[in-house]
Antibody
Framework: QVQLQESGPGLVKPSQTLSLTCTVSGGSIRNGDYYWSWIRQHPGKGLEWIGNIYYSGGTYYNPSLDSRLTISIETSKNQFSLKLTSVTAADTAVYYC????????????WGRGTLVTVSS | DIQMTQSPSSLSASVGDRVTITCRASQRINSFLNWYQQKPGKAPKLLIYAASTLQSGVPSRFSGGGSGTDFTLTISSLQPEDFATYICQQGYRTPWTFGLGTTVEIK
């Protein structure tokens, strides 16, 4: 059973860069049947897909975040990462990493999520 | 972006009730529709993918239907552990989008 775990700072100052890493265990991030994705959920709100990456390094980003977003992958460590620049209070959310089944585009495995608060 | 609209936004039901939740897409998405269950403070859990296929390990009282723009999630006999928020998601076109959820509460 694949497991995902988010890690990174829980507090980021406005205008700085939010950085998170997702560590995958119990399976290889090189599995070509899956994308690896970031999703966020603002407090008390719905889910927002941020973007995803394939093991080869190819990415898809949500256009609403594209100009501030970088998702990268490190296959040797079975990890992928998120960087979001110039954050504001509107980026305060629970951030999830998830595995996406490539054929049906369903998020079939999720991390527990990590709350990131943007505040000075 | 494809908008996903769920109805109702919340409902109250009793153990043993049959419950149906609707999700409508703003354009045709074929069968690229998935359903998730989310409990407070937890990550969503995949219940149904491709509109009607039950994810491994999910009880058979959950079922999904529909195609095109209109979809349903049905719980045939509500159990105590089913009180949660149910969320639909389209995987037809990026940006992949989610509905706002339907909260099933205890009557």
């Amino acid at each position: 059973q694949v497991q995902l775990q988010e890690s990174g700072p829980g507090l980021v100052k406005p205008s700085q860069t939010l950085s998170l890493t997702c560590t995958v265990s119990g399976g290889s991030i090189r599995n070509g049947d899956y994308y690896w994705s970031w999703i966020r959920q603002h407090p008390g709100k719905g889910l927002e897909w941020i973007g995803n990456i394939y093991y080869s390094g190819g990415t898809y980003y949500n256009p609403s975040l594209d100009s501030r977003l970088t998702i990268s992958i490190e296959t040797s460590k079975n990890q992928f990462s998120l960087k979001l620049t110039s954050v504001t209070a509107a980026d305060t959310a629970v951030y999830y990493c998830a595995r996406v089944e490539k054929k049906e585009i369903d998020f079939d495995q999720w991390g527990r999520g990590t709350l990131v608060t943007v505040s000075s | 972006d494809i908008q996903m609209t769920q109805s109702p936004s919340s409902l109250s039901a009793s153990v043993g009730d049959r419950v149906t939740i609707t999700c409508r897409a703003s354009q045709r998405i074929n069968s690229f529709l998935n359903w998730y269950q989310q409990k407070p403070g937890k990550a969503p859990k995949l219940l149904i993918y491709a509109a009607s296929t039950l994810q491994s390990g999910v009880p058979s009282r959950f079922s999904g239907g529909g195609s095109g723009t209109d979809f349903t999630l049905t719980i045939s006999s509500l159990q105590p552990e089913d009180f949660a928020t149910y969320i639909c998601q389209q995987g037809y076109r990026t940006p992949w989008t989610f509905g706002l959820g339907t909260t099933v509460e205890i009557k």
